[in-house]
């Protein structure tokens, strides 16, 4: 039986992030397809609850984030995470039992940030391939997020992303990548062996007891956002759905995850210089995080769905989530990347400017529930996990023949 | 006649100010109200809103007929400054007064935590035990029309209960729109007001089926934010404001400025706020009085109101213009009326206004005016003031210096105005607003 390690930077026990829900799918149909597989992480462990955290997550350890490097900068945490698993003794050692006793064929890295560590063990254990699970261009996105947080002088940094980017890349046996416009980016590097494999979403069961609740308390005119704390997605909120004046008084934009608290933050810093401070917080509902029924009866209630991402590559889990659900959807090119066959269909709307995504988002309240045809939600179960990672464990021994 | 519609008047804010002595916008409103109780008689009803308890509830005709026929039978001017603090005005400072007190006795946690214990006690003592008599509310009926236009940014919740309403009802919703200056100049009101506002009229122009807009610049302006942040446009449509000035029999110098008597002064008649641009006329005179020996006194006749603390402390604080910039407040009138009456000419150099009563104010008393000509201003003063850009204070101290030297040029003007200006009655304007009322009621 192939035997696959799998190092990221997050824990995944409970996914909740896009990034650890596909680590997490990819390692369940792994194991489903007979092979043996284990993912371990070295992460910052504060940003974690404890039961969040198993065993096979590593942590940087209190005080990790005073050790200079990069300044002790928080938007370099994962590229810091890769350095330690190399220059902390306690982490490295950590990790080389991990490898000593799994003894695996493959080291999949998820994303390039644990490439330092791969490239270390490798003198140790040179018979251990590497396969590169890339989630977006780290390197573009990385950057596009410090510009739009002004933070400056680090291009140093960026530089080593993209090394460690590039160098994974060619260092695989394969890589796995997530868009079109992602395989782009690495056929500079690479010719063979680039496999697609998009986001996908498991299906949400809500119950009517569920829905109930929900309805008493935010009823249905609402437009949903789901999305997690990172950065993308607020800047896509405020570039494409801020002001709130195109909702009218009775008319809600919802936000799921963790964006919601960032949305907070921004209304309420700008007070003092944004006049639509009172228009936004009135229509404005923050859920925080919910548990999976909850969110499946909300997503139940949503008269929309929107996806407004403006920037980033990658594809984005929340887009599959939409088109499942059978629910208008207004989205923005990039949000659709990967998901391009879906363009056109009934109920979504591609909105790539402001003003279009608001005018589309004010016709979908005003409109009654979408109503679907089953043909065309059969036609959306592609966008199904089991579907879409059915054929990820031939291949490692498709590239295992080819190697032996 | 209305064709089994009945007009329900949101009478809230007159009955607020009850007889206080009101400002611009509660008098429109008891003008045209004096005027539509009588025409639509038995098919109007009045309602009030009700911040606290989040609804509207019926209020008597016969009481607000009192109000608003005392309105019209006081005999003052039209147009005067505030007296009564706004309720977002209290809200904010006592916020802030809390903010600092409890910031300062937090150190001491003991007795913050007493001092909460005593604040829930009182405000449970305030709370009616049990309510022998609750107030029904006012129940619309469906096609209704329902007018407001005034203070209606001051009411919390107001026209978010009112949008419920109007969908619950199928109601017709007619609202007045004054301006939009705190929206377009949010840096000429005080911390915290231009969100309050813009909230207000986000939620109007959301309620609204049509909007009477005081000068074609409101109109103008609030269209365009209406298409600019994507609200559904209701109709928008201007209604002229009287300008005819009920004047008192005889004109009394003002007591605290009897020394006017015997000076040539200039009249700037407006609250006392950063907007109006006294700081303009501040800078004029300081050029004027540092150049020339013989220069006219200036006049301001307002209240103090937002943003002006360190120009009152300017003028007070400089030795060659105390004397010179006298700020009169409080004055009756038949005192404003001596001042009119005994000035060279009046200024209002007013970054942005949405109509410009005092402009139209100082032509009915035949006053020569040298006016800004920003906003809706033009239209008030047509041909008849001179216009001149409100940050250009070369020009203003130019033109003022030559009126005051050569007071044959200021006659000219004054005859034209005699001539030519034509005094716009409130009945008139009453009259065209209740034809203009009466086709939307009907549509």
Same mark, same amino acid.
């Given at each position: 039986?192939?035997?696959?390690?799998?190092?990221?930077?997050?824990?995944?026990?409970?996914?909740?992030?896009?990034?650890?829900? +596909?680590?997490?799918?990819?390692?369940?149909?792994?194991?489903?397809?007979?092979?043996?597989?284990?993912?371990?992480?070295?992460?910052?462990?504060?940003?974690?609850?404890?039961?969040?955290?198993?065993?096979?997550?590593?942590?940087?350890?209190?005080?990790?984030?005073?050790?200079?490097?990069?300044?002790?900068?928080?938007?370099?945490?994962?590229?810091?995470?890769?350095?330690?698993?190399?220059?902390?003794?306690?982490?490295?050692?950590?990790?080389?039992?991990?490898?000593?006793?799994?003894?695996?064929?493959?080291?999949?890295?998820?994303?390039?940030?644990?490439?330092?560590?791969?490239?270390?063990?490798?003198?140790?254990?040179?018979?251990?391939?590497?396969?590169?699970?890339?989630?977006?261009?780290?390197?573009?996105?990385?950057?596009?997020?410090?510009?739009?947080?002004?933070?400056?002088?680090?291009?140093?940094?960026?530089?080593?992303?993209?090394?460690?980017?590039?160098?994974?890349?060619?260092?695989?046996?394969?890589?796995?990548?997530?868009?079109?416009?992602?395989?782009?980016?690495?056929?500079?590097? +690479?010719?063979?062996?680039?496999?697609?494999?998009?986001?996908?979403?498991?299906?949400?069961?809500?119950?009517?007891?569920?829905?109930?609740?929900?309805?008493?308390?935010?009823?249905?005119?609402?437009?949903?956002?789901?999305?997690?704390?990172?950065?993308?997605?607020?800047?896509?909120?405020?570039?494409?759905?801020?002001?709130?004046?195109?909702?009218?008084?009775?008319?809600?934009?919802?936000?799921?995850?963790?964006?919601?608290?960032?949305?907070?933050?921004?209304?309420?810093?700008?007070?003092?210089?944004?006049?639509?401070?009172?228009?936004?917080?009135?229509?404005?509902?923050?859920?925080?995080?919910?548990?999976?029924?909850?969110?499946?009866?909300?997503?139940?209630?949503? +008269?929309?769905?929107?996806?407004?991402?403006?920037?980033?590559?990658?594809?984005?889990?929340?887009?599959?989530?939409?088109?499942?659900?059978?629910?208008?959807?207004?989205?923005?090119?990039?949000?659709?990347?990967?998901?391009?066959?879906?363009?056109?269909?009934?109920?979504?709307?591609?909105?790539?400017?402001?003003?279009?995504?608001? +005018?589309?988002?004010?016709?979908?309240?005003?409109?009654?529930?979408?109503?679907?045809?089953?043909?065309?939600?059969?036609?959306?179960?592609?966008?199904?996990?089991?579907?879409?990672?059915?054929?990820?464990?031939?291949?490692?021994?498709?590239?295992?023949?080819?190697?032996? | 006649?209305?064709?089994?519609?009945?007009?329900?008047?949101?009478?809230?804010?007159?009955?607020?100010?009850?007889?206080?002595?009101?400002?611009? #916008?509660?008098?429109?409103?008891?003008?045209?109200?004096?005027?539509?109780?009588?025409?639509?008689?038995?098919?109007?009803?009045?309602?009030?809103?009700?911040?606290?308890?989040?609804?509207?509830?019926?209020?008597?005709?016969?009481?607000?007929?009192?109000?608003?026929?005392?309105?019209?039978?006081?005999?003052?001017?039209?147009?005067?400054?505030?007296?009564?603090?706004?309720?977002?005005?209290?809200?904010?400072?006592?916020?802030?007064?809390?903010?600092?007190?409890?910031?300062? #006795?937090?150190?001491? /946690?003991?007795?913050?935590?007493?001092?909460?214990?005593?604040?829930?006690?009182?405000?449970?003592?305030?709370?009616?035990?049990?309510?022998?008599?609750?107030? %029904?509310?006012?129940?619309?009926?469906?096609?209704?029309?329902?007018?407001?236009?005034?203070?209606?940014?001051?009411?919390?919740?107001?026209?978010?209960?009112?949008?419920?309403?109007?969908?619950?009802?199928?109601?017709?919703?007619?609202?007045?729109?004054?301006?939009?200056?705190?929206?377009?100049?949010?840096?000429?009101? %005080?911390?915290?007001?231009?969100?309050?506002?813009?909230?207000?009229?986000?939620?109007?122009?959301?309620?609204?089926?049509?909007?009477?807009?005081?000068?074609?610049?409101?109109?103008?302006?609030?269209?365009?934010?209406?298409?600019?942040?994507?609200?559904?446009? @209701?109709?928008?449509?201007?209604?002229?404001?009287?300008?005819?000035?009920?004047?008192?029999?005889?004109?009394? #110098? @003002?007591?605290?400025?009897?020394?006017?008597?015997?000076?040539?002064?200039?009249?700037?008649?407006? /609250?006392?706020?950063?907007?109006?641009?006294?700081?303009?006329?501040?800078?004029?005179?300081?050029?004027?009085?540092?150049?020339?020996?013989?220069?006219?006194?200036?006049?301001?006749?307002?209240?103090?109101?937002?943003?002006?603390?360190?120009?009152?402390?300017?003028?007070?604080?400089?030795?060659?213009?105390?004397?010179?910039?006298?700020?009169?407040?409080?004055?009756?009138?038949?005192?404003?009326?001596?001042?009119?009456?005994?000035?060279?000419?009046?200024?209002? @150099?007013?970054?942005?206004?949405?109509?410009?009563?005092?402009?139209?104010?100082?032509?009915?008393?035949?006053?020569?005016?040298?006016?800004?000509?920003?906003?809706?201003?033009?239209?008030?003063?047509?041909?008849?003031?001179?216009?001149?850009? %409100?940050?250009?204070?070369?020009?203003?101290?130019?033109?003022?210096?030559?009126?005051?030297?050569?007071?044959?040029?200021?006659?000219?003007?004054?005859?034209?105005?005699?001539?030519?200006?034509?005094?716009?009655?409130?009945?008139?304007?009453?009259?065209?607003?209740?034809?203009?009322?009466?086709?939307?009621?009907?549509?």
């Amino acid at each position: 039986m192939i035997r696959v390690l799998m190092l990221g930077t997050y824990p995944i026990k409970k996914p909740y992030h896009g990034g650890q829900i +596909r680590v997490s799918e990819i390692l369940k149909s792994l194991r489903k397809q007979n092979i043996e597989a284990e993912y371990v992480s070295v992460c910052y462990e504060r940003a974690y609850k404890k039961d969040e955290l198993t065993k096979n997550d590593i942590p940087l350890g209190l005080g990790v984030d005073s050790r200079g490097y990069y300044d002790d900068n928080p938007f370099f945490l994962d590229l810091q995470t890769g350095y330690y698993s190399v220059h902390n003794i306690r982490i490295w050692n950590e990790l080389n039992t991990k490898v000593q006793k799994f003894k695996p064929d493959y080291i999949q890295i998820e994303q390039m940030y644990m490439y330092p560590f791969y490239a270390a063990i490798k003198e140790k254990y040179p018979e251990i391939k590497l396969v590169y699970s890339s989630h977006n261009v780290e390197y573009l996105l990385k950057s596009m997020i410090l510009q739009q947080y002004k933070v400056s002088k680090y291009d140093e940094a960026i530089n080593h992303i993209k090394e460690q980017e590039v160098a994974a890349i060619k260092d695989s046996s394969f890589v796995i990548a997530v868009s079109d416009s992602d395989i782009d980016f690495i056929k500079q590097y +690479r010719t063979t062996n680039i496999y697609h494999i998009k986001n996908g979403i498991s299906k949400k069961e809500f119950t009517e007891t569920n829905v109930n609740k929900w309805r008493k308390q935010i009823g249905n005119s609402f437009a949903l956002y789901v999305g997690s704390a990172h950065p993308p997605n607020l800047i896509g909120f405020k570039d494409l759905m801020l002001p709130l004046t195109y909702l009218t008084p009775s008319q809600k934009v919802i936000v799921v995850g963790g964006v919601g608290d960032m949305i907070t933050s921004e209304i309420w810093n700008n007070r003092d210089s944004d006049i639509y401070t009172h228009v936004n917080s009135d229509r404005f509902i923050n859920l925080g995080r919910l548990d999976e029924s909850d969110l499946a009866a909300v997503i139940q209630l949503a +008269r929309v769905i929107v996806l407004p991402l403006n920037y980033g590559s990658g594809s984005n889990l929340k887009t599959a989530e939409a088109l499942l659900s059978g629910k208008y959807i207004v989205a923005t090119s990039k949000s659709m990347v990967g998901y391009e066959d879906f363009i056109g269909t009934e109920g979504l709307f591609l909105s790539d400017s402001n003003e279009v995504f608001r +005018r589309n988002v004010q016709k979908c309240l005003s409109n009654t529930d979408l109503i679907i045809s089953d043909k065309e939600l059969e036609r959306r179960n592609v966008v199904l996990w089991d579907n879409i990672l059915m054929g990820i464990g031939d291949l490692y021994y498709k590239t295992k023949i080819e190697q032996y | 006649m209305i064709q089994g519609k009945r007009l329900v008047w949101d009478v809230t804010t007159v009955v607020r100010w009850g007889n206080a002595h009101a400002v611009g #916008i509660v008098r429109v409103e008891k003008n045209y109200l004096y005027a539509c109780l009588s025409e639509f008689s038995d098919n109007i009803e009045l309602c009030r809103y009700d911040s606290g308890k989040k609804a509207f509830f019926g209020v008597d005709k016969t009481v607000v007929l009192s109000l608003v026929v005392d309105e019209n039978k006081r005999g003052k001017s039209e147009f005067s400054d505030v007296n009564i603090i706004p309720a977002w005005k209290l809200k904010l400072k006592y916020k802030n007064f809390k903010k600092k007190v409890v910031r300062r #006795i937090k150190k001491h /946690s003991k007795l913050y935590s007493n001092i909460v214990i005593l604040e829930k006690k009182i405000a449970g003592f305030f709370k009616p035990k049990k309510e022998e008599h609750v107030e %029904p509310e006012f129940i619309f009926l469906k096609n209704d029309v329902y007018i407001t236009m005034g203070l209606d940014w001051d009411y919390d919740g107001k026209m978010k209960a009112l949008y419920e309403k109007k969908n619950k009802h199928t109601i017709k919703v007619i609202v007045m729109c004054y301006d939009i200056i705190s929206i377009l100049f949010p840096q000429y009101t %005080p911390k915290g007001f231009s969100q309050i506002f813009t909230r207000y009229m986000v939620d109007a122009m959301w309620c609204a089926d049509h909007v009477f807009c005081i000068s074609k610049k409101t109109k103008e302006d609030i269209a365009q934010f209406c298409n600019d942040l994507f609200i559904n446009a @209701p109709t928008f449509e201007v209604i002229r404001l009287g300008s005819s000035i009920k004047k008192p029999s005889s004109a009394i #110098i @003002p007591s605290n400025a009897t020394f006017l008597d015997e000076k040539k002064f200039v009249l700037f008649v407006s /609250s006392i706020e950063g907007r109006k641009n006294h700081m303009l006329l501040y800078y004029v005179w300081s050029y004027l009085a540092e150049k020339y020996t013989d220069i006219p006194n200036l006049v301001f006749v307002g209240m103090k109101g937002w943003l002006v603390d360190d120009l009152l402390y300017s003028i007070n604080a400089n030795p060659e213009l105390k004397d010179k910039i006298n700020l009169l407040h409080g004055v009756s009138d038949e005192e404003l009326m001596w001042l009119y009456q005994n000035c060279l000419f009046t200024v209002f @150099p007013s970054f942005y206004e949405g109509w410009g009563l005092p402009v139209a104010e100082s032509l009915s008393y035949g006053k020569f005016c040298i006016c800004s000509d920003r906003g809706s201003l033009p239209e008030v003063g047509a041909d008849l003031v001179e216009y001149l850009d %409100p940050y250009d204070t070369t020009a203003w101290s130019k033109r003022i210096k030559e009126l005051s030297d050569d007071v044959s040029l200021i006659s000219q003007r004054e005859s034209e105005i005699l001539k030519r200006y034509n005094i716009y009655s409130w009945e008139e304007s009453a009259k065209t607003f209740i034809i203009s009322l009466r086709r939307k009621i009907n549509d």
